[in-house]
């Protein structure tokens, strides 16, 4: 378990009690048959009805999708622990699946700007999925070369991908409760703005966090030297 130390004693980081908090929930499902690579996919779907969504400008439901989709990216990794099912196989799932869901949200989020007739404005979500996804390379480049193996990246930086789900569901919340981005023509100042803002957050904090991890696994290579 991911802890952080305060005056020698571990302290539960957010991820691990909100994982905890979801752990019932995930039996649940386990009693239901489902398995952890079956929450998986449909946490998946889930994103991919998402993308839909923001795609077809309808943002609030898209954003209301996204905050389901990220509940079903802990209840996989729950049902895991709490029946004992945890593999390899199921990590590589998680994490391929994970990664293809956030693509896609932000895909179709660039997908319903352009069609918004903001062209410019779309180029915004690309870029905050390139910084996400340099967050996700410095991680998996580094365990696999043997620096903090485990968890221990997932806890350097400033946006992890929880911090980048909270800015995208808050994005299309605002943008939705706005009434839209509007056009060109005729732009919707506020939706506009939280939009802009929280796909502005994104990609300024994922970037900062890529240097974080990049500054933290050389530190780790010096001391091993």
Not at 20 to 33: H, I, K, N, Q, Y
Not at 71 to 87: I, M, P
């Given at each position: 378990?991911?802890?952080?130390?305060?005056?020698?004693?571990?302290?539960?980081?957010?991820?691990?009690?909100?994982?905890?908090?979801?752990?019932?929930?995930?039996?649940?499902?386990?009693?239901?048959?489902?398995?952890?690579?079956?929450?998986?996919?449909?946490?998946?779907?889930?994103?991919?009805?998402?993308?839909?969504?923001?795609?077809?400008?309808?943002?609030?439901?898209?954003?209301?999708?996204?905050?389901?989709?990220?509940?079903?990216?802990?209840?996989?990794?729950?049902?895991?622990?709490?029946?004992?099912?945890?593999?390899?196989?199921?990590?590589?799932?998680?994490?391929?699946?994970?990664?293809?869901g956030e693509a896609i949200v932000y895909?179709?989020?660039?997908?319903?700007?352009?069609?918004?007739?903001?062209?410019?404005?779309?180029?915004?979500?690309?870029?905050?999925?390139?910084?996400?996804?340099?967050?996700?390379?410095?991680?998996?480049?580094?365990?696999?070369?043997?620096?903090?193996?485990?968890?221990?990246?997932?806890?350097?930086?400033?946006?992890?991908?929880?911090?980048?789900?909270?800015?995208?569901?808050?994005?299309?919340?605002?943008?939705?409760?706005?009434?839209?981005?509007?056009?060109?023509?005729?732009?919707?100042?506020?939706?506009?703005?939280?939009?802009?803002?929280?796909?502005?957050?994104?990609?300024?904090?994922?970037?900062?966090?890529?240097?974080?991890?990049?500054?933290?696994?050389?530190?780790?290579?010096?001391?091993?030297?």
């Open positions: 378990m991911t802890v952080t130390e305060r005056r020698g004693v571990p302290e539960p980081t957010f991820r691990d009690r909100a994982r905890a908090s979801v752990e019932p929930v995930a039996r649940t499902f386990g009693r239901l048959g489902l398995t952890p690579n079956a929450l998986t996919v449909i946490g998946f779907g889930i994103a991919v009805v998402a993308a839909w969504q923001a795609a077809i400008q309808v943002w609030l439901p898209a954003g209301l999708l996204v905050a389901t989709g990220a509940v079903f990216d802990l209840l996989d990794g729950a049902l895991a622990r709490a029946t004992n099912r945890t593999s390899r196989l199921g990590a590589f799932m998680d994490s391929v699946f994970d990664r293809a895909l179709g989020i660039s997908a319903g700007l352009f069609a918004s007739g903001l062209p410019g404005m779309a180029l915004l979500p690309i870029a905050a999925m390139a910084a996400a996804f340099m967050v996700s390379y410095t991680r998996a480049r580094a365990e696999g070369l043997g620096f903090d193996s485990g968890r221990g990246m997932a806890s350097v930086g400033l946006a992890p991908r929880e911090v980048r789900t909270v800015f995208v569901v808050l994005g299309l919340v605002l943008t939705g409760l706005a009434g839209g981005v509007g056009s060109l023509n005729f732009p919707n100042a506020t939706g506009s703005t939280a939009m802009t803002v929280s796909l502005g957050l994104i990609t300024i904090l994922a970037t900062i966090t890529t240097i974080q991890r990049i500054v933290h696994v050389y530190l780790q290579a010096k001391k091993e030297q």
